[in-house]
T-cell receptor, first 114, second 114 residues
């Protein structure tokens, strides 16, 4: 059982380039999340989804877009990458509505913007 | 609004010594509480959680945490540190209602000295 899988694991972009990060989960979870992790700041929520076809903004959504066309996939897009978006990006999923259930995390995507 | 404070961004202990990692939260209503661990170049792994019931919760790898409502705290402890405990630890809270998003502390890096 793979859990939450993120691709790619590493990427270097030039300023202004675009790219999409893919998150796939095989646990049939309803809720999915994208976070960024920066030194000394913990994890901050970018966008999240409470089900197929739905998305919502988190704490730091500017410069990112997301889509949840299939229940198992949650895509994070950078339309015009900026150096401030250099970070480690984590995807997570949760079974559903009950907040007492934990989120399950992928291993992260390390993104550098030059 | 939810917030989490982890006192001490770096904690060093000797192998075999007590581990104490501090977490305080701010919330108008007691939230759900989580501790996650992150090993180098990996995603976050759930250590333990408090939702309801017994205020002392036991997790994996010999860790435990106690929910103290009067102190709004959820400190993580382990009686005897092991070299393999060296990692970064994150405290997180989730409100009991709404989208139940996780709010993370800034993390505490634990070093274990042989």
């Amino acid at each position: 059982n793979a859990g939450v899988t993120q691709t790619p694991k590493f990427r270097v972009l030039k300023t202004g380039q675009s790219m999409t990060l893919l998150c796939a989960q095989d646990m049939n979870h309803e809720y999915m999340y994208w976070y960024r992790q920066d030194p000394g700041m913990g994890l901050r929520l970018i966008h999240y989804s409470v089900g197929e076809g739905t998305t919502a903004k988190g704490e730091v959504p500017d410069g990112y877009n997301v889509s949840r066309l299939k229940k198992q996939n949650f895509l994070l897009g950078l339309e015009s990458a900026a150096p401030s978006q250099t970070s480690v990006y984590f995807c997570a999923s949760r079974i559903g509505f009950l907040g007492n259930q934990p989120q399950h995390f992928g291993d992260g995507t390390r993104l550098s913007i030059l | 609004a939810q917030s989490v404070t982890q006192l001490g961004s770096h904690v060093s202990v000797s192998e075999g010594a007590l581990v104490l990692l501090r977490c305080n939260y701010s919330s108008s209503v007691p939230p759900y509480l989580f501790w996650y661990v992150q090993y180098p170049n990996q995603g976050l792994q759930l250590l333990l959680k408090y939702t309801t019931g017994a205020t002392l919760v036991k997790g994996i790898n010999g860790f435990e945490a106690e929910f103290k409502k009067s102190e709004t705290s959820f400190h993580l402890t382990k009686p005897s540190a092991h070299m393999s405990d060296a990692a970064e630890y994150f405290c997180a809270v989730s409100p009991q209602t709404g989208a139940n998003n996780l709010f993370f502390g800034t993390g505490t890096r634990l070093t274990v000295i042989p």
